[in-house]
């Protein structure tokens, strides 16, 4: 006889309570092994790293900017290092996208391998190497002995309105291509320094979109950022190599923001040294008259324009001179110097195409309209009288008396008349007599 065992209604509620429980239970642990070993598996996932510009076997001279990416495994990226050869680790600048300016300049022409790796804190990424040849330029030959340095710290404020735009790029790169195609400056003896060596999208004002090596360029000079280490390094490089030729021929522009203050009386400079601001630092006229303190050119051109800038030609104002006790020691016998604003002065400058007085002081010198142009009353610039004055030729003087003139009288420059530009001009020698020749680039 087989019994029928009845089950009553709160046994049922039980049992199924029980079954719940365990089936919960199961699907919890289960899930939480599953989390687990998701997130096991992302700690010991690497991060990536790669080089993405020079590539493998390029080569490069002077001031090489390596840069690249890199992404995480879900662990925020801490830093990246690069090495060169069997040098030390050294940090790059920057993580997801990166960069490291390799100085060269007093490197042999050799093959070096060039490292990167990333770090998150818990593990290092796998190292990738790029071999790159290095080939600075060899002794040049006499009557092609010319430098060139370009300078411009544009974009490194964080406030837009204080944003100078990738015009001053611009600008250099056309003062760049005059020098080149019209005073045989060789490619390989200009340098641009700019920002921290990135452009940004929006005209300066957005994110960075890649190295100014990166960029196509007509001409392979040579970029880095406007770092007072860079700065200080190519001027070093010039000096040295200039140093070596009688006849040298040195040109030298640096644009960017002045330091003064804004609506104070006479910027706040009167007792003060005239200074411009690099991406990282700031550099004073005394700083840069150091810097060119063994510089033997006698043949030299140096043009600062930036607000309150007068001091780095030892004026302050109307062309009257700057104290003894505040001299920068730029102006010497061989150079011009010359600054796009007074000591006491703002400068100005339009953000697509850089400061308003290098772009006329270019413009007349690259057209020929400077030419014959002569001091005037005060250096205020004055029009040839006849075409005597006129020799087919445009001296750096004879386009900074152009450019005072066209501030002064141009009816589309109305806005700039009360600009103060000035100038010391030591060429070939100290003294109203003995700098009547006038500095010709390229002679």
């Known amino acids: 006889?087989?019994?029928?065992?009845?089950?009553?209604?709160?046994?049922?509620?039980?049992?199924?309570?029980i079954v719940i429980i365990i089936i919960l239970s199961i699907i919890f642990l289960f899930s939480t092994f599953l989390k687990n070993k998701s997130f096991n598996t992302n700690v010991s996932k690497k991060p990536y790293v790669k080089i993405l510009y020079p590539e493998d076997e390029m080569s490069?001279?002077?001031?090489?900017?390596?840069?690249?990416?890199?992404?995480?495994s879900g662990i925020k990226l801490k830093?990246?290092?690069?090495?060169?050869?069997?040098?030390?680790?050294?940090?790059?600048?920057?993580?997801?996208?990166?960069?490291?300016?390799?100085?060269t300049y007093e490197l042999e022409d050799d093959v070096y391998t060039i490292h990167v790796r990333a770090w998150d804190s818990n593990l290092y990424s796998d190292i990738h190497s790029i071999d790159l040849y290095v080939n600075n330029p060899d002794e040049v030959l006499s009557g092609n002995d010319k430098w060139a340095l370009f300078v411009a710290a544009d974009n490194f404020p964080k406030d837009n309105e204080s944003k100078l735009g990738n015009g001053g790029l611009f600008?250099?790169?056309n003062i760049s291509s005059y020098l080149i195609e019209n005073c045989s400056y060789s490619?390989?003896?200009?340098?641009?320094l700019f920002d921290d060596g990135w452009i940004r999208a929006n005209n300066g004002y957005g994110a960075p979109v890649q190295t100014l090596q990166q960029r196509q360029y007509k001409y392979r000079i040579s970029y880095g950022g406007a770092t007072k280490e860079n700065v200080i390094a190519s001027i070093n490089y010039i000096v040295k190599e200039s140093n070596k030729y009688d006849d040298s021929e040195v040109f030298i522009w640096v644009f960017g923001h002045g330091y003064g203050i804004e609506n104070s009386f006479a910027g706040g400079k009167i007792l003060e040294k005239s200074a411009v601001f690099l991406w990282d630092d700031i550099l004073t006229d005394k700083d840069f008259g150091n810097l060119l303190l063994n510089l033997q050119s006698k043949k030299t051109c140096i043009l600062i324009d930036a607000c309150y800038s007068g001091g780095f030609a030892d004026k302050t104002i109307f062309n009257l001179p700057e104290i003894s006790l505040l001299s920068s020691g730029i102006a010497k016998p061989?150079?011009?110097?010359i600054t796009?604003?007074?000591?006491?002065?703002?400068?100005?400058?339009?953000?697509?195409?850089?400061?308003?007085f290098s772009q006329i002081w270019l413009y007349g010198l690259s057209s020929c309209y400077a030419d014959g142009f002569r001091p005037g009353l005060l250096k205020t610039g004055r029009r040839p009288i006849t075409s005597l004055f006129k020799d087919g030729k445009v001296s750096v003087e004879e386009a900074y008396y152009y450019t005072r003139f066209m501030l002064k009288n141009s009816v589309n420059l109305k806005d700039f008349m009360n600009m103060e530009p000035e100038i010391n001009?030591?060429?070939?020698?100290?003294?109203?007599?003995?700098?009547?020749?006038?500095?010709i680039l390229g002679e």
């Not at 019994?3 to 049922?12: A, F, P, V």
């Open 334 to 337: 061989g150079r011009v110097v």
């Open 1 to 17: 006889m087989i019994g029928i065992i009845m089950i009553s209604t709160k046994s049922k509620l039980i049992i199924s309570l």
């Open 79 to 103: 830093n990246v290092e690069v090495k060169i050869n069997d040098d030390p680790w050294k940090n790059a600048t920057g993580t997801y996208n990166w960069s490291y300016t390799w100085d």
């Open 171 to 173: 600008l250099a790169e």
């Open 425 to 439: 001009d030591q060429f070939p020698n100290k003294g109203i007599l003995r700098s009547l020749n006038e500095l």
């Open 187 to 192: 490619t390989s003896n200009i340098i641009i």
């Open 60 to 72: 490069v001279f002077d001031l090489v900017m390596i840069s690249g990416n890199a992404s995480d």
């Open 340 to 356: 796009g604003e007074s000591k006491f002065r703002p400068g100005y400058a339009i953000t697509t195409s850089g400061p308003v």
